[in-house]
């Protein structure tokens, strides 16, 4: 199942060179694999699945979900996932999932309205009133918690509403935010640090599949991942 080390070091190697040592590539590419094939063994019918994770396939017994390993947060990771590595392969499994099925304790209600919200956007439906949603409840967890660091709703939103320039302003304070949390005490050592999947997914998504000029620049966007493309990564 997707754990933290997995997501942390698809994150952390982005982030050096720019993005153009190839294992940082294949660490975001097996760990798109990896946490896709995590959801497709709860999703898929039958008794068992064939999965692929790094050149390897075998059959997966199918099981429930277990709701100490897949959430909505999770489930928001894996998606970034495969959007950055132009997966439409992996997305779309992703995109059959029920934000209603996660019944974790550890789901924060901002996770679950961003999940809706991303879901309907990413499937062509009517989705501005459940991105009001998500925006109301990044807004209500951050009046409430001012040190969680949450999706960014206001850059989704910007996409929903297809907005260019909004998405290019939303994405300079998502970053500047991003850089800010994680510029305080232990923060600093956190290997999430270095890039935001989310952020970078969005981005990667305004660039590949609507073909929007992006022109910001940061160390937390690798530039050689962005440049590449769908076709070349």
Same mark, same amino acid.
């Given at each position: 199942?997707? +754990?933290?080390?997995?997501?942390?070091?698809?994150?952390?190697?982005?982030?050096?060179?720019?993005?153009?040592?190839?294992?940082?590539?294949?660490?975001?590419?097996?760990?798109?694999?990896?946490?896709?094939?995590?959801?497709?063994?709860?999703?898929?019918?039958?008794?068992?699945?064939?999965?692929?994770?790094?050149?390897? !396939?075998?059959?997966?017994?199918?099981?429930?979900?277990?709701?100490?390993?897949?959430?909505?947060?999770? *489930?928001?990771?894996?998606?970034?996932? #495969?959007?950055?590595? #132009?997966?439409?392969?992996?997305?779309?499994?992703?995109?059959?999932? &029920?934000?209603?099925?996660? !019944?974790?304790?550890?789901?924060?209600?901002?996770?679950?309205?961003?999940?809706?919200?991303?879901?309907?956007?990413?499937?062509?439906?009517?989705?501005?009133?459940?991105?009001?949603?998500?925006?109301?409840?990044?807004? &209500?967890?951050?009046? +409430?918690?001012?040190?969680?660091?949450?999706?960014?709703?206001?850059?989704?939103?910007?996409?929903?509403?297809?907005?260019?320039?909004?998405?290019?302003?939303?994405?300079?304070?998502?970053?500047?935010?991003?850089?800010?949390?994680?510029?305080?005490? &232990?923060?600093? &050592?956190?290997?999430?640090?270095?890039?935001?999947?989310?952020?970078?997914?969005?981005?990667?998504?305004?660039? *590949?599949?609507?073909? *929007?000029?992006?022109?910001?620049?940061?160390?937390?966007?690798?530039?050689?991942?962005?440049?590449?493309?769908?076709?070349?990564?």
């Amino acid at each position: 199942m997707p +754990n933290r080390s997995c997501f942390a070091s698809a994150g952390a190697c982005t982030s050096t060179s720019k993005g153009r040592d190839p294992h940082q590539r294949e660490a975001l590419e097996l760990a798109s694999q990896f946490a896709a094939a995590a959801f497709r063994v709860v999703t898929a019918p039958g008794e068992s699945v064939v999965i692929s994770i790094g050149g390897r !396939t075998a059959p997966m017994r199918t099981a429930p979900i277990d709701p100490m390993a897949l959430t909505n947060f999770v *489930w928001i990771r894996a998606s970034a996932l #495969a959007l950055i590595t #132009a997966s439409r392969e992996r997305l779309d499994p992703l995109l059959s999932v &029920d934000p209603d099925d996660f !019944t974790s304790e550890w789901d924060l209600p901002v996770h679950h309205a961003y999940h809706v919200a991303l879901r309907a956007y990413l499937r062509g439906e009517p989705s501005r009133t459940a991105m009001n949603r998500a925006l109301n409840a990044a807004e &209500d967890i951050r009046m +409430n918690r001012p040190d969680f660091l949450g999706p960014f709703a206001v850059l989704l939103s910007q996409l929903v509403a297809g907005d260019r320039e909004g998405l290019v302003a939303a994405l300079a304070d998502a970053l500047e935010e991003f850089r800010d949390h994680y510029s305080v005490g &232990d923060r600093k &050592d956190d290997s999430t640090r270095q890039v935001h999947l989310g952020v970078l997914a969005l981005t990667c998504h305004a660039r *590949w599949d609507l073909g *929007w000029e992006i022109p910001v620049n940061s160390a937390y966007l690798p530039t050689a991942i962005l440049e590449a493309g769908p076709r070349d990564r």
